[in-house]
């Protein structure tokens, strides 16, 4: 597919995470979470946890016959005196790689399949 489309097809697949999400031509940015809740509630509420700040980019261009999509997503934490916790930094690889898995999978599929 072409990258508009892949973009529009991670765009669907993702929407339902996104606290926002703006497209372009060639770029998909995702941000999910709140800082302010999270740092409010903390991690050891669901509330708070639940809340963990991610942000991803999916850039796409042309490639052979469809799209090479590069993918990254890291926390979107805000200025912390500490950097956080283990636990907290394994959580956000967790998730990020659960968003770029299901951003991935979504542009496998043929349309027939969705």
């Known amino acids: 597919m072409t990258p508009s489309q892949a973009l529009a097809r991670i765009d669907h697949a993702l929407r339902d995470q996104a606290a926002e999400l703006t497209v372009s031509a060639e770029t998909l940015h995702l941000r999910m979470g709140s800082d302010e809740v999270y740092r409010v509630k903390g991690s050891a509420s669901d509330k708070g946890w639940a809340a963990l700040p991610l942000a991803a980019t999916f850039r796409a ?3 052979d016959a469809g799209s090479l999509i590069h993918a990254e997503a890291r926390d ?6 500490a950097p956080p916790q283990p636990f907290v930094e394994n959580e956000v690889q967790r998730r ?3 968003l770029i898995r299901r951003a991935r999978e979504s542009t496998q599929h043929p349309a027939a399949d969705r």
């Open 61 to 63: 261009e042309p490639h």
């Open 76 to 81: 979107d934490l805000g200025w912390y005196a």
């Open 96 to 98: 990020a790689a659960t």
